[in-house]
């Protein structure tokens, strides 16, 4: 396959097929792969979260703590707390995006917590947007091995995304940056009303006082932090929502102003009592 093109989707049609041996083999947990501990045991809670759909999460954590540790996507003492620290902290979002969504997940990264609402959420259209390659790659292989039909990667950034990635009814992210510049970069994915959602750390309160006039800047209004209490403990989760556009005013071309300019003159010079 051929090196993602940065800001086009990417597509794995033929790359993955689904036949035996298509895909890259998911490597057996063990010790040696998963890091020190292994692999986290599945929390009694995981079943309510995805339902029907929990043998996808499971092949996902899976792939999280073998291939992502090996490809540098996940550090190697995140295999003990993968369910807990990261799938289940992604699954506070789950309850928050309404129904039949086209959700945008900036900088991806492994997939979190893109991919998790793709399971969770099958009613939901969800473009991982992703600028580097290797976290690409990776994204890809998930994407299909798991065959997330309601699931596409993107490879790019946010501040230049194709327009089909755009207008987007929710934006969600998870540890990318600061306020200050994630708020530019979701709202210009969002439609006007569109839900911004970041899943922040126990801070988040503090970094939205700090950064709100960047917030506002970004024509995101009623930011505020939700703690929600789940299985996998307190989720911090800023939600702001995109502001209408701001109309634009119409310039007229030049030689409308220069005749409006001179008859402003001529108008000043007769009242004047001068020819």
């Given at each position: 396959?051929?090196?993602?093109?940065?800001?086009?989707?990417?597509?794995?049609?033929g790359a993955c097929s689904g036949e035996p041996g298509s895909c890259?083999?998911?490597?057996?947990?063990?010790?040696?792969?998963?890091?020190?501990?292994?692999?986290?045991?599945?929390?009694?809670?995981?079943?309510?979260?995805?339902?029907?759909?929990?043998?996808?999460?499971?092949?996902?954590?899976?792939?999280?703590?073998?291939?992502?540790?090996?490809?540098?996507?996940?550090?190697?003492?995140?295999?003990?707390?993968?369910?807990?620290?990261?799938?289940?902290?992604?699954?506070?979002?789950?309850?928050?995006?309404?129904?039949?969504?086209?959700?945008?997940?900036?900088?991806?990264?492994?997939?979190?917590?893109?991919?998790?609402?793709?399971?969770?959420?099958?009613?939901?259209?969800?473009?991982?947007?992703?600028?580097?390659?290797?976290?690409?790659?990776?994204?890809?292989?998930?994407?299909?091995?798991?065959?997330?039909?309601?699931?596409?990667?993107?490879?790019?950034?946010?501040?230049?995304?194709?327009?089909?990635?755009?207008?987007?009814?929710?934006?969600?992210?998870?540890?990318?940056?600061?306020?200050?510049?994630?708020?530019?970069?979701?709202?210009?994915?969002?439609?006007?009303?569109?839900?911004?959602?970041?899943?922040?750390?126990?801070?988040?309160?503090?970094?939205?006082?700090?950064?709100?006039?960047?917030?506002?800047?970004?024509?995101?209004?009623?930011?505020?932090?939700?703690?929600?209490?789940?299985?996998?403990?307190?989720?911090?989760?800023?939600?702001?929502?995109?502001?209408?556009?701001?109309?634009?005013?119409?310039?007229?071309?030049?030689?409308?102003?220069?005749?409006?300019?001179?008859?402003?003159?001529?108008?000043?010079?007769?009242?004047s009592g001068r020819p």
């Open positions: 396959m051929d090196d993602p093109a940065p800001g086009r989707e990417v597509t794995t049609e890259p083999a998911e490597p057996d947990v063990g010790v040696e792969d998963g890091g020190a501990g292994g692999l986290e045991p599945e929390p009694a809670e995981a079943a309510a979260v995805f339902g029907d759909r929990i043998e996808l999460a499971r092949s996902y954590v899976r792939s999280l703590g073998t291939d992502g540790v090996v490809r540098g996507l996940i550090g190697p003492r995140e295999t003990e707390r993968l369910w807990t620290r990261h799938l289940l902290n992604c699954a506070a979002l789950v309850e928050l995006v309404p129904a039949g969504s086209r959700v945008v997940d900036v900088g991806s990264g492994a997939g979190l917590p893109g991919v998790v609402l793709a399971i969770a959420r099958p009613d939901c259209d969800v473009a991982l947007l992703e600028p580097l390659e290797r976290r690409v790659r990776f994204l890809i292989e998930v994407v299909d091995r798991l065959r997330l039909v309601n699931c596409r990667v993107v490879r790019g950034r946010a501040q230049d995304a194709p327009d089909d990635v755009r207008d987007a009814d929710v934006v969600v992210s998870r540890a990318v940056a600061p306020l200050s510049r994630l708020a530019a970069w979701s709202a210009s994915l969002a439609r006007p009303g569109g839900m911004i959602l970041a899943l922040k750390g126990s801070t988040a309160e503090e970094e939205l006082r700090r950064d709100r006039a960047e917030v506002a800047a970004a024509g995101l209004r009623e930011a505020v932090v939700l703690r929600l209490d789940g299985p996998a403990g307190t989720a911090f989760v800023v939600r702001a929502e995109r502001g209408p556009d701001r109309p634009t005013r119409r310039r007229r071309p030049a030689r409308d102003r220069s005749a409006a300019a001179g008859s402003g003159r001529a108008g000043r010079r007769n009242r």
